[in-house]
């Protein structure tokens, strides 16, 4: 897990960030954006309307929850590092994941998206200066510093693609 400094992140988060076996952002970027790529890409599409059971996600629906959690992170993230004191809201993952139409599109689509949501979070994250991955702000009510949040995208994939593993494929 990052050493991050207590009180600059939600409690909730850390079980996220312990998913994150990285130093920095830039050593997490490195790490994982390749790979997080190539696991999505193996997912045949026979199995991306799949549930595990009723009432859950299916596949589709659960990449696209993680491509608007990324957007929603690094949006945050970019306000913070520029210095917006505006408390940020939180967002109800479900009411998206329903509002979402995933299932409507195609997996080409979602993957094609995915992959462009993440090229784009990483070119940002590489770009904080080290001032700015310190700048904390507020999301959801707690203080959340540019550095957490950056490592949270990669902790929230992580997380969902260990569920992918465990109860999916």
């Not at 026979?46 to 696209?64: C, D, F, H, P, T």
């Not at 004191?85 to 967002?91: D, I, Q, R, S």
């Amino acid at each position: 897990m990052p050493n991050l400094t207590p009180g600059t992140y939600p409690a909730f988060i850390t079980g996220y960030l312990g998913f994150v076996n990285a130093d920095t952002v830039q050593e997490a970027v490195e790490k994982y954006s390749a790979g997080i790529a190539d696991f999505f890409k193996s997912i045949p599409d026979n199995k991306v309307s799949y549930r595990y059971a009723e009432g859950k996600w299916n596949i589709k629906e659960m990449l696209q929850h993680i491509i608007d959690a990324e957007r929603i992170f690094a949006y945050r993230a970019l306000r913070i590092a520029r210095h917006d004191k505006t408390p940020l809201a939180g967002f109800d993952e479900n009411s998206y994941a329903e509002y979402a139409n995933a299932d409507a599109r195609t997996w080409e689509d979602l993957l094609q998206e995915f992959e462009a949501v993440r090229n784009s979070t990483d070119l940002l994250l590489q770009s904080f200066t080290e001032d700015q991955l310190r700048q904390t702000g507020t999301t959801n009510g707690e203080p959340n510093s540019v550095e957490a949040l950056s490592f949270l995208v990669f902790g929230h994939i992580l997380h969902h693609i260990n569920i992918l593993k465990e109860r999916y494929l």
